[in-house]
C-alpha cells in the first residue's frame, strides 16, 4: 500500500473491495507489547462485549484516545501511543437495534460524528451522551488481523472511522471517511481491566509518516436537514415579525456614506443584549438584496427558530459589500471590477462593526459575532473570518464563489485573496478557535460547480475541522440560502 504523498481528498471514488459479514465472531488471542520501557499483556478480542476496551488502529499502531483527556463536549479525538491513560479507554454498550455506542472513561461523553454528518471528512470527537444516531456504531469484522471496521450509523453503514490520511504520528487526526477496506479503516479491540493491571499493547509502526494537522475545529453533534422544513420558511400566527430597516454610515475606508439593512430580533428591548449576524449578498447585489426578496424567506427563519428555541435572537445587519473608494465604480467579472469586495473586510470592521456597536443594544464579544454569506458573499465570509478570527467565533459560506485562492471559471481568472495554506483558523486550544465553520452548496449549482467543495476539501487539508453538505438538486438559488441558513442557525444554538 503506498503510504506516500496520498491525497485522501482524490479518493472519494474508492470502491469497497469487498462485502463485510454483520456477524460477530467469537475468541480472542493475547499478544505481548512494550509499554514506556515495561512488557505487559493486553487481550485483543474478536467477539466484542459490552465492556471497556483500548481501541488500537491497524495502521499506525496507534490508540483511539480523547485530546489531553480532555472532558467537554467537541473535544478531539485522535490516536496516539499506548500509555493507559483515561482518555484511551471506551465502554462498548451494545444498543437494541444492533449498534453499539462507545463512552469515553473521560466522562459521560461519547464518541460522536460532529453534527451527525453524511460526509468524508466529518470530524470524530466527544460529545454528552445521549446515543443518537452520531454516536451509533456498527462493528464489523475484517478477514484480517481479527480487526473491525467502525461503521456509522449517521452514514447509513457507508463510511467508517478512518486514521486520516494513514497517519502514523502521535496526534493522527480521527475522521469518518468512505470505507476502503484499507488498514487505517482496521480497529483491533483489547479488554481494559479497570484495576489498571492492564494496558494496552504499544508495539512501534516502521517508516512513520509526517501527520496531516488535526482539524481544530470540532463541531456541535446537531443533525444536518438538508432542506429546510417548511415550517421554518412558514408565516405564522402569533409571531410578531419585525421589518427591515434601512439605514447609513459613515465609510472612513471608502471615504463615503454606505447603507445597510437591519432586522432587529422579534420583542427587540432596548434593555437586552442580542449577538449580531453579519449576512452578506452575491455579487451584483446589495445592501437591499434579501430585504427586497421575500422568496429569500430570512425574517421567517430566523423568527421561527428563535420561537422554537432552536437558536438565539439574533441582530441581523445586511450590509453592501461592495465597498469601493471610487464611488463611480460599478462591480463586474473582472479582478479589478471584484477587487472592492475585497475591501470589504476592512469597511466592516473597522467602520461598519462599531457603527452597529453602538446604535443596537449589541452582545459584544466573538462568542456573540457571526458571519455568513452567499456566493460571493460566502467567499467574502470566509476571508473575513479567517483574518480576524479574533472577532467571529462562527462562519457560514452558502454555495460560495471562487477567488479565495487562485482559480480559473467560467467568468475570469480570479488572482486569489489567499494562498491555499494561508485558509487556515486557530487550532482548538488556542485563542480565537472557531467554534463552527461551515460550507455548504447544491448538487445542480450551475454558477460555481464544485467550488464549495473545493473550499471544504482545503479546510480539512489545513487541518480545520468544518460542516460540509449539499442540498439535493438546489441550483445557485434560495433553495441552498434556506438550507445554509436554517442548518447555520440550529448549529450554532
Known amino acids: 500500500m503506498k503510504k506516500k504523498n496520498i491525497n485522501r481528498y482524490q479518493l472519494g471514488k474508492r470502491v469497497v473491495s469487498c462485502a463485510l459479514a454483520l456477524g460477530l465472531t467469537a475468541g480472542s488471542v493475547s499478544f505481548q507489547g512494550n509499554i514506556l520501557g515495561q512488557n505487559v499483556k493486553a487481550a485483543q478480542v474478536t467477539n466484542v462485549k459490552d465492556g471497556w476496551y483500548y481501541i488500537k488502529n491497524v495502521n499506525a499502531q496507534k490508540y483511539l484516545q480523547v ?54 471528512g466529518a470530524n470524530a ?38 486514521d486520516y490520511n494513514f497517519s502514523k504520528q502521535d496526534g493522527a487526526n480521527v475522521c469518518q471517511w468512505s470505507r476502503s477496506g484499507r488498514e487505517n479503516q482496521q480497529w483491533i479491540f483489547e479488554e481494559v481491566d479497570q484495576s489498571g493491571s492492564t494496558q494496552p499493547s504499544n508495539p512501534q509502526p516502521s517508516n512513520p509518516q509526517p501527520s496531516n494537522p488535526q482539524p481544530s475545529n470540532p463541531q456541535p453533534s446537531k443533525q444536518i436537514e438538508v432542506n ?104 463586474a467579472l473582472t479582478p479589478e471590477g471584484l477587487k472592492p469586495y475585497d475591501n470589504f473586510k476592512n469597511d466592516l470592521v473597522n467602520d461598519l462593526m462599531p457603527c452597529i456597536e453602538s446604535r443596537y443594544s449589541v452582545l459584544k464579544g466573538r462568542d456573540n459575532t457571526a458571519i455568513a454569506g452567499f456566493s460571493l458573499g460566502g467567499r467574502e465570509t470566509l476571508y473575513t473570518s479567517i483574518s480576524y478570527p479574533n472577532l467571529f467565533s462562527y462562519a457560514a459560506a452558502f454555495s460560495p464563489a471562487p477567488g479565495l485562492v487562485p482559480a480559473r471559471d ?26 463552527t465553520v461551515m460550507v ?9 460547480g464544485q ?40 448549529q450554532v444554538g
Not at 475484517?142 to 457507508?158: D, E, L, M, P, R
Not at 410578531?240 to 471615504?255: D, I, L, P, V, W
Not at 455548504?440 to 460555481?448: E, L, P
Not at 489545513?462 to 460540509?468: D, T
Open 125 to 162: 470527537q466527544i460529545y454528552s451522551a445521549y446515543s443518537g444516531n452520531p454516536q451509533k456504531f456498527s462493528l464489523q469484522p475484517t478477514s484480517k488481523n481479527g480487526s473491525f471496521v467502525i461503521a456509522t450509523k449517521c452514514s447509513n453503514n457507508s463510511k467508517c472511522l478512518d
Open 451 to 490: 467550488f464549495p467543495k473545493s473550499y471544504h476539501e482545503l479546510l480539512a487539508k489545513n487541518g480545520v475541522s468544518n460542516i460540509w453538505y449539499e442540498v439535493p438538486g438546489a441550483n445557485h438559488d434560495n433553495n441552498a440560502v434556506h438550507s445554509g441558513l436554517y442548518n447555520f442557525l440550529v
Open 228 to 331: 429546510c422544513p417548511a415550517s421554518a420558511m412558514a408565516t405564522r400566527q402569533g409571531v410578531a415579525y419585525g421589518r427591515y430597516t434601512h439605514e447609513t454610515y459613515y465609510s472612513k475606508t471608502c471615504r463615503m456614506q454606505r447603507g445597510y439593512t437591519v432586522l432587529l430580533p422579534e420583542n427587540y428591548n432596548k434593555n437586552k443584549k442580542y449577538p449580531v449576524l453579519y449576512l452578506l449578498h452575491g455579487v451584483f447585489g446589495d445592501e437591499n438584496t434579501f430585504s427586497s426578496d421575500p422568496s429569500s424567506k430570512v425574517r421567517e427563519i430566523f423568527y421561527n427558530l428563535a420561537r422554537d428555541g432552536k437558536a438565539r435572537q439574533w441582530i441581523v445587519v445586511m450590509p453592501n459589500m461592495f465597498a469601493a473608494t471610487n464611488p463611480a465604480q460599478r462591480p
Open 67 to 120: 485530546t489531553n483527556n480532555q472532558s467537554r463536549n467537541g473535544a478531539n479525538v485522535e490516536l496516539s501511543k499506548g500509555t493507559g491513560v483515561q482518555g484511551q479507554k471506551w465502554y462498548v454498550k451494545h444498543t437494541n437495534d444492533g449498534y453499539v455506542t462507545l463512552t469515553s472513561a473521560v466522562g459521560n461523553f461519547m464518541l460522536d460524528i460532529a453534527g451527525g454528518a453524511n460526509y468524508d
Open 410 to 435: 467560467w467568468a475570469t481568472n480570479h488572482p486569489g485573496s489567499l494562498k491555499p495554506e494561508q485558509v487556515v483558523y486557530p487550532k482548538a486550544g488556542q485563542p480565537n478557535a472557531m467554534k
Open 440 to 448: 455548504m452548496c447544491g448538487t445542480a449549482d450551475s454558477v460555481v
